[in-house]
């Protein structure tokens, strides 16, 4: 834990890419496909590889007991910075932890969540298993399992939307590749990170695409303006409805797939 490899590009993250129309629709996808299988609040969420709390601070608004565990210190502090502008009673609902994936059960001393997250860091790791098998024991029986990975069927669309051709056609087949962000990054297929949690007790629900038609704009050089919220909320609703439906949701880059686990 002590390289921190998120410290590089905390800001550019946690800052650049969440505040960009992209950012913003990604933020309101997931929340709202969350909300179509939470229970109600309160109940706990635990959000392992949390970051700054993008994706379960809005939970925590809405009523929810959320632990958020990272092991960079560089991505806590900007959770510690950004949890500042919560009002009061939300940021009591929030604990934050240091701690990787691999000891998650650990780290909360094995509590039981209602819904596990873990949204964007199975493709940053060279193992994922051992994650999965600790997001999968984190969850209480009949609890949710979380999990947006990068979509290993649609690896050459950001190449190619870039004019990148040679690197687009020997991309089709390809599982990795240095991601926005200037790091390694691995894709998943829905089908088989599926199956992994079918195997470890939590049965797949439902899987959507976060964003497609923003993030081909953004890959082709078009500008849009973060601050015309209007047009935001405009585009997240179309990206809502298409991450919802084929042929849309399996052309996105990044997929939300969301499991229950068992009684047990
Ligand atoms: C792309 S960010 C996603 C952050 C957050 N989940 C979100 O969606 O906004 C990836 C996060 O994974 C964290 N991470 C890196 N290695 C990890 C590991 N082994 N276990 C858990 N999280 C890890 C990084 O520190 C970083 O905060």
């Given at each position: 834990m002590?390289?921190d490899?998120w410290a590089?590009?905390a800001?550019?993250f946690a800052?650049?890419?969440?505040?960009?129309?992209?950012?913003?629709?990604?933020?309101?996808?997931?929340?709202?496909?969350?909300?179509?299988?939470?229970?109600?609040?309160?109940?706990?969420?635990l959000d392992v590889g949390g970051g700054a709390g993008?994706?379960s601070?809005?939970?925590?608004?809405?009523?929810?007991?959320?632990t958020l565990l990272d092991p960079s210190s560089a991505m806590l502090d900007k959770a510690r910075?950004?949890?500042?502008?919560?009002?009061?009673?939300?940021?009591?609902?929030?604990?934050l932890g240091e701690a990787d994936g691999?000891?998650a059960?650990?780290a909360?001393?094995?509590?039981?969540?209602?819904?596990?997250?873990c949204h964007g860091v199975?493709?940053y790791?060279?193992?994922?298993?051992?994650?999965?098998?600790?997001?999968?024991?984190?969850?209480?029986?009949?609890?949710?399992?979380?999990?947006?990975?990068?979509?290993?069927?649609?690896?050459?669309?950001?190449?190619?939307?870039?004019?990148?051709?040679?690197?687009?056609?020997?991309?089709?087949?390809?599982?990795?590749?240095?991601?926005?962000?200037?790091?390694?990054?691995?894709?998943?297929?829905?089908?088989?990170?599926?199956?992994?949690?079918?195997?470890?007790?939590?049965?797949?629900?439902?899987?959507?695409?976060?964003?497609?038609?923003?993030?081909?704009?953004?890959?082709?050089?078009?500008?849009?303006?973060?601050?015309?919220?209007?047009?935001?909320?405009?585009?997240?609703?179309?990206?809502?409805?298409?991450?919802?439906?084929?042929?849309?949701?399996?052309?996105?880059?990044?997929?939300?797939?969301?499991?229950?686990?068992?009684?047990?």
């Amino acid at each position: 834990m002590a390289d921190d490899t998120w410290a590089g590009v905390a800001d550019q993250f946690a800052d650049d890419a969440y505040a960009s129309v992209k950012g913003q629709v990604r933020t309101f996808v997931i929340h709202q496909q969350l909300l179509e299988h939470l229970p109600a609040p309160p109940a706990t969420v635990l959000d392992v590889g949390g970051g700054a709390g993008h994706q379960s601070f809005p939970l925590a608004g809405a009523g929810y007991d959320v632990t958020l565990l990272d092991p960079s210190s560089a991505m806590l502090d900007k959770a510690r910075q950004r949890l500042q502008r919560l009002p009061q009673e939300a940021q009591g609902r929030v604990t934050l932890g240091e701690a990787d994936g691999e000891h998650a059960d650990e780290a909360v001393e094995g509590r039981r969540f209602a819904a596990v997250l873990c949204h964007g860091v199975l493709g940053y790791l060279e193992q994922p298993e051992p994650t999965i098998d600790q997001l999968c024991g984190c969850a209480a029986p009949g609890g949710l399992v979380s999990i947006m990975a990068g979509n290993a069927h649609a690896g050459a669309v950001r190449p190619a939307l870039e004019r990148r051709w040679d690197d687009a056609l020997a991309s089709f087949d390809a599982r990795s590749e240095i991601g926005v962000l200037g790091l390694p990054t691995r894709a998943d297929a829905v089908e088989e990170l599926s199956e992994q949690l079918l195997s470890r007790g939590v049965q797949p629900l439902r899987w959507y695409g976060v964003w497609l038609f923003i993030d081909w704009l953004d890959l082709s050089g078009a500008e849009l303006d973060p601050t015309d919220s209007e047009q935001v909320a405009a585009v997240a609703a179309v990206e809502l409805e298409a991450g919802r439906r084929d042929p849309y949701r399996r052309l996105s880059r990044i997929f939300h797939l969301v499991g229950r686990k068992g009684p047990s």
